[in-house]
């Protein structure tokens, strides 16, 4: 029996905006990253995200973001190492308010969109940002991008750490993720993306967008849950793990 972990970035509406199908999309998933009010979200979207993970009893992690509520954290920014860790300590506590006023404990941190992407090749801003994860609380687990300098740093801080792979993105040889501008970047298929990911768990491997094959792990599955399929992808991964004896648990449970 296989076993992993099956995430969403959720609470990403804002004020009159309203960004996914988090009511059902939730249903279907082990860990919501929820959104800290920095690249989306805003306190009340926060409370009630946490709510639901709690009604359906999915395990709550941070989504730090860059604060670029109108590019959506995805435009890369010139931050110090200092700022980084600062923003990451703030939103951590941000969430981790809303999950102690509801009695229930956050489980893991995961960085969103471009800082994201930019602490998995930069190892001084992967570290500064572990360092505010451990600062904060030793026992979060880091949710990072398998392969990437973020599990490395995660690993020297001395967290736990979980290697994130992607249903529905492309990859590149060094094990990274396609541009978002570049054609093919996101998978709408759900079909396909439900057959690279079963290969990701039992094979460990992966093709990337120029048809070669790459080594990965697969802790945890990401679903994008502001994707235009988002429920349509948990509703047939869930259906599709059931028939190849994969077993869908949260991170704790799995590390």
Do not use: W
Request: charged share 25%; glycine share 8%.
């Amino acid at each position: 029996m296989y076993k992993v972990d099956l995430n969403c970035d959720l609470g990403e509406s804002f004020g009159n905006y309203k960004i996914g199908a988090d009511e059902e999309v939730i249903q279907y998933i082990s860990s919501a990253n929820i959104a800290c009010a920095f690249h989306a979200s805003d306190p009340i979207v926060m409370d009630n995200t946490v709510k639901l993970a709690k009604q359906y009893n999915v395990s709550v992690g941070a989504h730090p973001g860059l604060a670029d509520l109108v590019g959506f954290g995805r435009r890369k920014m010139d931050i110090s190492n200092k700022e980084a860790k600062a923003i990451v300590q703030y939103q951590i506590g941000a969430l981790k308010a809303f999950s102690v006023a509801n009695g229930i404990e956050m489980k893991h941190v995961k960085m969103h969109g471009a800082l994201y992407n930019m602490a998995a090749k930069d190892l001084a801003l992967a570290l500064a940002i572990c360092e505010g994860i451990y600062e904060v609380d030793p026992n979060l687990i880091l949710l990072a991008l398998c392969g990437s300098k973020m599990i490395d740093a995660g690993v020297s801080t001395g967290l736990r750490v979980a290697s994130e792979v992607f249903a529905d993105r492309a990859y590149k040889e060094d094990g990274s993720l396609v541009e978002r501008t570049r054609n093919g970047a996101v998978i709408t298929d759900e079909d396909v993306a439900i057959k690279r990911v079963i290969r990701m768990i039992k094979e460990s491997k992966v093709e990337t967008i120029n048809g070669i094959d790459i080594k990965v792990k697969a802790d945890s599955i990401c679903v994008h849950g502001d994707g235009i399929k988002a429920l349509q992808f948990v509703k047939k991964i869930n259906q599709a793990f059931q028939k190849e004896s994969i077993e869908i648990a949260a991170l704790d449970k799995i590390l």
